[in-house]
């Protein structure tokens, strides 16, 4: 049987936040879907500041970074796409408040596939494989994300539940479908 289209409805400009663990398809979907521009990557800040997107010690920095740009894109009432796991809460409301400053819509897009979803596509990534354990714990910290997000203030939350969805995913903004 074939998926069915996943339809996701963008408001434009939009926060969009990309939840879930290492290996989910985040990134995949965000350059799919989004111009280079908007999407603003923890592992590429993470490779901006170290040559390495892996590198952990960079992590402080590479989300100060990621806050600026945020923020800049923001204020200019630009669609901004944040990849990263985004699974705590007090993260997530960090860049909510930004978006409400600047009067711009929140929107959560969560990737909740099986732990062997992630397991192998964190396997098959160029350059930036996670530890299994991380992705382990990633993925068992993904319920409580579930739950929280149902309960912060998103103009939307869309959830992602089959490995096929992202890939299968229709999506609209400003009256065109954009379409692989």
């Known amino acids: 049987m074939e998926n069915a289209r996943v339809q996701v409805t963008i408001p434009d400009p939009a926060l969009v ?3 879930g663990p290492s290996g989910a398809g985040k990134s995949t979907f965000a350059e799919r879907h989004f111009r280079p521009t908007e999407i603003v990557s923890s592992d590429a800040a993470r490779a901006m500041l170290s040559d390495d997107p892996a590198d952990q010690d960079a992590s ?3 989300f100060q970074v990621l806050a600026l740009i945020v923020n800049g894109r923001l204020r200019r009432r ?3 796409v944040v990849d990263a796991t985004n699974l705590r809460a007090a993260n997530r409301m960090r860049y909510q408040r930004l978006a409400r400053r600047y009067g711009v819509p929140a929107i959560a897009i969560a ?3 099986p732990l062997d979803a992630y397991r192998t596509r964190n396997g098959r990534r160029d350059g930036r494989v ?4 991380v992705v382990e714990d990633q993925a068992a910290r993904m319920p409580r994300a579930l739950a929280e ?3 912060e203030a998103y103009a939307a939350v869309i959830v992602l539940r089959d490995p096929g969805d992202e890939q299968m995913a229709l999506v609209r903004r400003r009256g065109h ?3 692989p």
């Open 17 to 19: 936040l990309l939840v």
């Open 149 to 151: 997000l149902q309960n």
């Open 130 to 133: 996670v530890a299994d354990r």
């Open 111 to 113: 990737f909740d596939l």
């Open 177 to 179: 479908i954009s379409n």
């Open 60 to 62: 402080a920095e590479a």
């Open 78 to 80: 630009l669609t901004t």
